[in-house]
C-alpha cells in the first residue's frame, strides 16, 4: 500500500510560482514512477508530468518551459515547480503512483488546489 500526501497549493496571481511537493508513504519510492495531473471545474483530469524510476521526465505540451518535475529519493518526494502560471492552470493538483516503475498509475493523492487570479 502506497499513501501520498500532496501540499504547496494555494492562491498566485498571474506569473506567479508555486512548488507543489507529494510526500509517498511505503518502502520502495526508488522504484516508483510519480506523475502529476490536474483537474479544473467542468473538465477531466489531465497529464501535467512524470518521472520515471529511471529519470525519465515528461510534461504535457500545455506546461513545457514553465513546470519542472523532480524528485528526492532521500524524502521519498515529488516536487512540481510551477513558473509563470497562467489562470488556465487553476485546478486541483494530483500526484500519482506506479510502484512498478510504469505509466499504469495505481496510487492517488488527496489533491491540492492551485488557483491563479489574473
Known amino acids: 500500500q502506497v499513501q501520498l500526501a500532496e501540499s504547496g497549493g494555494g492562491l498566485v496571481r498571474s506569473g506567479g510560482s508555486l512548488r507543489l511537493s507529494c510526500v509517498a508513504s511505503?518502502?520502495?519510492?526508488?522504484?516508483?514512477?510519480m506523475g502529476w495531473f490536474r483537474q479544473a471545474p467542468g473538465k477531466e483530469r489531465e497529464f501535467v508530468a512524470a518521472v520515471t524510476w529511471s529519470g525519465d521526465i515528461k510534461y504535457a505540451d500545455s506546461v513545457k518551459g514553465r513546470f519542472t518535475v523532480s524528485r528526492e529519493y532521500a524524502k521519498s518526494t515529488v516536487f512540481l515547480q510551477m513558473n509563470s502560471l497562467k489562470p488556465e492552470d487553476t485546478a486541483v493538483y494530483y500526484c500519482?503512483?506506479?510502484?512498478?516503475?510504469?505509466?499504469?498509475?495505481?496510487?492517488w493523492g488527496q489533491g491540492t488546489q492551485v488557483t491563479v487570479s489574473s
Open positions: 500519482a503512483a506506479d510502484p512498478r516503475g510504469g505509466l499504469a498509475y495505481e496510487y
Open positions: 511505503g518502502r520502495g519510492f526508488r522504484a516508483y514512477s
